[in-house]
């Protein structure tokens, strides 16, 4: 192709592009003058992607002295934002990347914006404006695919709750939260005050993140997105990231788009460390729980891409190589003429993921039961909190299963028949991943009630500790009761003589009484409230039967 030709098409590129940017801003008009049809919650969105085109982030990229990078990986990053897999029926799918946002429209204009064949595009990280507009423009794409992925950015109001979107209104979009688990190193105990202070503080930076994310002051494409941090024990921080995707029709072709939070980091500096005691410096000691999923071991292995951080020792984030090593677990013969074999591995790798996080829910619930039957002399009270927050969290990943359960009879319905007429959606493939999220639904539930287990049994502990400690104090206050009343008719009988006698005894050179008559009276005295202490219950009852003789004589 001619050097001008290509100029041309690049051109036509860049005006497509800026009117799908120019007619999304245009629908944004004011709330107050149209409050049903104003499409005003997209106003920050619209203007995020007005923002004057900022070249691929590599190109500006600033050192920063206090992220943590590896000897190994000081030199500069390569952050690829797209990946195109070219599907067909006979053959592999080509891979192709990109990372620079010139050569992505370069090659979108010389394919005159369509590929003759299915395709899987993968969006990867932090996106920035001249990014997003590409690929909207170039798929004609909604704009409401975008806002419903950036649904942690504010809208134009703060109390404007238009995330997530009704089933009609979203039907093409299926998304997806993967967790990832972050092993902070060796063992360290942190009692529930700092585990509290660390959550706090991870997510003040967490709203930090997205603030600068909107003000355009970090829109570095490829950089990895982190919607929630979770943090049970020292031991390890659980983050938490989306991936959503689409199905758009290029006339008789299709187009699965999936974006992903996970960018291409290969330092942790994307990860909101809490700063606290206990935490600071842990990001140099940060590696990732792998995810562990394969297809039948008895099939051919899938050949395996050379890994892009081969010099790291460090475990590196699952999620963020499944875009550039994705399909060893699906048949790219069905996945090049149904869409939904083509997302099948994301299907397997969320289903995988979310397990592994279960299975660390249940093993940290088993272990905080059993150190409290184990240590029932001093049930520890905060562990209830423990219990609670993790309740909590299973229960919003019980509801995104179910929500997934319902994508599976309504989004992918649409699927099904956008699919080619040789191939249908699989029934087979619908009921392996009911299966699947039907058990992961079940295991949470599982340790839901694990949770609610452990929380009564220490609370049982605690109830049955302090009725012990109260029987205890109750026959303490007995014995001190006792000793008080023994004391009292003691030393009352004698005050109330002394004070009778007016201590006017012969011996004392006072009036003409003599001393032993009183000694005469209070040993009689003193003897009969001794008996009355010591005894006042059999004589009550002996008195007692004695009037009820009486009563019943007369």
Known sequence: MATSDVSADISTTEEKTKEYTQSFLARIRSFHNDPLHSAAYLGNLARFLHKPNQKSARHARRPNPQRFVPESLAEEECRPFVYEYALFPDMDPKLTTFDDIDKYKQAISINNHNADCNELIFLAGRPSPEWLSAVGARYKLDHRFFHQHLNFLPTGQRDWFTAPTLPSRSHNVIRFCIPSILFVGEHRYVNIVDLQKARGDCERRLLSCFRSFLEGTSTEAGQSIVRRINIHSGDNLVIEQELSSCLLKRGDRWTVLVWTDSGQDNDFAFVPTPDTDRFKGAVNRFDFCPVFFEK??????????????????????????????????????????????????????????????????????????????????????????????????????????????????TCLKGWKHRATQTHCCDEELMSTLRVDLNY??????????????????IMSNASIQEAKRSSEQAVLVTSLTKATNRLTFIFLPISFLTS??????????????????????????LACCIVLVESGGHLKTILWRGLRCLSGQS
């Open 296 to 409: 039948d071991l008895s099939e051919k292995p899938h050949l395996s891409r050379p890994p892009t951080d081969a010099q790291n020792p460090r475990l590196r984030q699952a999620l963020s190589s499944l875009p550039g090593n994705y399909g060893h677990t699906i048949d790219w013969t069905k996945a090049a003429v149904d869409p939904l074999s083509a997302i099948q591995e994301i299907f397997t790798f969320h289903a995988a993921s979310e397990l592994q996080y279960v299975n660390m829910l249940e093993q940290f619930a088993t272990d905080q039961i059993s150190r409290a039957e184990s240590n029932l002399a001093g049930t520890d009270m905060s562990s209830i909190l423990h219990f609670d927050y993790a309740r909590s969290i299973l229960i919003r990943h019980g509801a995104h299963i179910q929500n997934l359960l319902g994508s599976l009879d």
């Open 500 to 525: 009778v006698f007016g201590m006017n005894f012969r011996q004392l050179g006072q009036g003409t009484l003599s001393i032993w008559l009183w000694v005469a009276i209070a040993l009689p005295l």
């Open 440 to 457: 992961l639904s079940t295991r949470i539930q599982n340790v839901i009630t694990l949770c609610e287990a452990g929380r009564s049994a």
